[in-house]
């Protein structure tokens, strides 16, 4: 079993950076990718970056530009680093990690708060 541990979320200004990790441990050989979800009140939840085990990335259109995914395999860490910020981002994002060989569900972890704020 994989266990996924969100850091990193606070109260930020607009255009203000914020970084999250997400911290995986248990059988990290049973992960295919790994990404970064978001949910709002009211919305549905939505991806915002994944990166495969080859290092493959993929952002939303709406953080571009603007968020980065990345990885340190020796801390089995996923980051995802926040830049100019927006109100439009606040929300409560979740790490997720895809199984490998088609096993499901995915793992999922407790999620941390991002408020992006004047």
């Known amino acids: 079993q994989v266990q996924l541990v969100e850091s990193g979320g606070g109260l930020v200004q607009p255009g203000g950076s914020l970084r999250l990790s997400c911290a995986a441990s248990g059988t990290i050989l049973s992960i295919s990718a790994m990404g970064w979800y978001r949910q709002a009140p009211g919305k549905q939840r939505e991806a915002v970056a994944s990166?495969?085990?080859?290092?493959?990335?993929n952002y939303a259109d709406s953080v571009k530009g603007r968020f980065t995914i990345s990885r340190d395999n020796a801390k089995n860490t996923v980051y995802l680093q926040m830049n100019s910020l927006k109100p439009e981002d606040t929300a409560v994002y979740y790490c997720?990690?895809?199984?490998?060989?088609?096993?499901?569900?995915?793992?999922w972890g407790q999620g941390t708060q991002v408020t992006v704020s004047s």
């Open positions: 997720n990690a895809e199984r490998r060989f088609g096993v499901k569900p995915d793992y």
């Open positions: 990166i495969t085990r080859g290092g493959i990335t």
